[in-house]
C-alpha cells in the first residue's frame, strides 16, 4: 500500500504543529489554574483582613512572567518559521507499510515506522516523534482525499506506539514548572504574611 502527498506547509499549519506540540499536559494545566486561583485567593482574603497593598508587586510580577510566556512562545514560533526552509518550500512523498519517503527542495529521506518514536493527531493534523525535539508535520491537506488522510492516520495509529511523554514538554520541562510553582507559592505566602 502506498499513499501519495504533496503540498507545502502553510505558516497557519506550522503554527497549529507548534502549538500542537508544545501543548501542556492536562495535570499541568489543572495545577497551574489551581495555582492561579489560590494566588488571587489568598491576595483577596489578605486585602479583606488588611487593606494594605504589600503584596501587589507580587501578583504584577506574577501577571507578568505569565504575559512574557506567551508572547515569548508567539515570537519563537515566528522565529522558527522563518528559519526553516524544509517547511517553507514544497514537499512530496509516499507512505508505505515500510515508513515514509519525503521529497523537498532541499533534502531526501526515507524514514522507517520504527524511527518514530510517538505521534500527536488533530483532526487535521498529524505530528510524528523522532525524539523529544525533532518531529514531522503531516497537515491534512497534503493528502489527495478524504481516504487517503483517514489510511494515514490508521496506519501511524497502528506502526507508532503512542507515549504522551514526548512532544514539547517532557520530564525536565514538568520539574522545572513544579519547581517554580512551588517557589512562586513560598514566596507569595511569605509577602502576605509579612
Known amino acids: 500500500m502506498e499513499i501519495p502527498f504533496e503540498g507545502q506547509i502553510k505558516q497557519e499549519d506550522f503554527s497549529q504543529a507548534y502549538s500542537l506540540f508544545h501543548k501542556l499536559p492536562k495535570p499541568i494545566v489543572i495545577i497551574g489554574g489551581g495555582i492561579i486561583l489560590f494566588i488571587i485567593g489568598v491576595f483577596i482574603i489578605g486585602l479583606i483582613r488588611s487593606p494594605s497593598w504589600s503584596a501587589l508587586p507580587t501578583v504584577i510580577m506574577i501577571l ?43 533534502f531526501t529521506s526515507e524514514v522507517s515506522w520504527e524511527l518514530y518514536r510517538t505521534y ?53 520541562g514538568m520539574i522545572t514548572v513544579i519547581g517554580l510553582v512551588i517557589i512562586v507559592i513560598y514566596g507569595f505566602i511569605k509577602a502576605m504574611i509579612d
Do not use: C
Open 120 to 172: 500527536k493527531i488533530s483532526s487535521d493534523m498529524v505530528i510524528l516523534y523522532q525524539s523529544s525535539f525533532s518531529y514531522n508535520v503531516f497537515p491534512k491537506s497534503l493528502f489527495q482525499s478524504e481516504d487517503d488522510w483517514e489510511t494515514f492516520v490508521e496506519l501511524v495509529e497502528e506502526k507508532i506506539p503512542e507515549n504522551k511523554g514526548y512532544g514539547g514538554f517532557g520530564r525536565i
Open 64 to 106: 507578568v512572567l505569565g504575559f512574557l510566556g506567551w508572547w515569548i512562545f508567539r515570537f519563537t514560533r515566528r522565529d522558527q518559521w522563518k528559519s526553516n526552509e524544509a517547511f517553507q518550500n514544497p514537499i512530496s512523498g509516499i507512505v508505505s507499510n515500510q515508513g515514509i519517503r519525503m521529497t523537498g527542495t532541499n
